[in-house]
């Protein structure tokens, strides 16, 4: 069966992004892009909540195409494209989406259909909404988490509302030069 890993930058009090959605405090360089890109190249599937969807629309189609384009934008926006992409929303329609499924319902159902399925890990980038959504039905299978060095205070928590615990076992830890510490932890099911 798949495994849906979720994917977060985090700060060391446990924020995904600022009180106003803000990520202007994550620290990603050359480093972390070669590393996890390296990581999510084994991916096929990538799954995303209809805010972060939208982002990665407006920007990873085309990164590859601007003058200025890094090699992390050339090699993801070549990945962007190739995924499939699904996307929780209860407002979208995948009309005319090329290589996208929109879930608006039956979570749980649709979730577990998916994991089913022929294919690699499934990726869960950002979106929080869609994070605490799936983590109450107990759909995550791991946590791939980039623990920046910052105390924000406040902000969009990643973790909300356990109503049980979720025990983890530690996979790998890696530490970057920029002082992003990543915590690699598959949620311990026995």
């Known amino acids: 069966m798949r495994k849906i890993i979720s994917f977060m930058h985090i700060s060391l ?22 590393h996890v890109g390296k990581r999510i190249s084994q991916g096929d599937t990538s799954l995303y909540g209809r805010v972060t969807y939208q982002m990665m629309e407006n920007y990873w189609p085309t990164a590859a195409d601007k003058p200025t384009a890094s090699k992390h934008d050339i090699e993801h926006s070549k990945w962007y494209k190739n995924v499939h992409k699904v996307v929780l929303s209860k407002s979208m ?12 319902d039956n979570l749980s159902d649709s979730i577990n259909a ?77």
Not at 17 to 23: I, K, L, S, T, V
Not at 94 to 99: C, F, I, P, R, S
Not at 140 to 145: A, E, K, R
Request: aromatic share 10%; glycine share 8%.
């Open 13 to 34: 009090d446990g924020f995904v992004a600022g009180p106003n959605g803000e990520m202007n405090w994550i620290k990603v360089d050359e480093e972390i892009f070669d």
């Open 114 to 190: 998916i994991k089913q399925q022929a294919g690699n890990d499934i990726f869960l980038f950002g979106s929080p909404t869609a994070t605490h959504s799936l983590i109450q039905l107990n759909l995550i299978d791991g946590y791939w988490l980039f623990v920046n060095p910052i105390i924000l205070g406040r902000g969009i928590p990643l973790f909300v509302d356990i109503k049980d615990k979720i025990k983890l076992q530690l996979l790998t830890t890696r530490q970057f030069s920029c002082g992003v510490t990543e915590l690699n932890y598959t949620v311990d099911r026995e």
């Open 93 to 104: 329609k995948d009309a005319d989406l090329t290589n996208t499924t929109i879930i608006s």
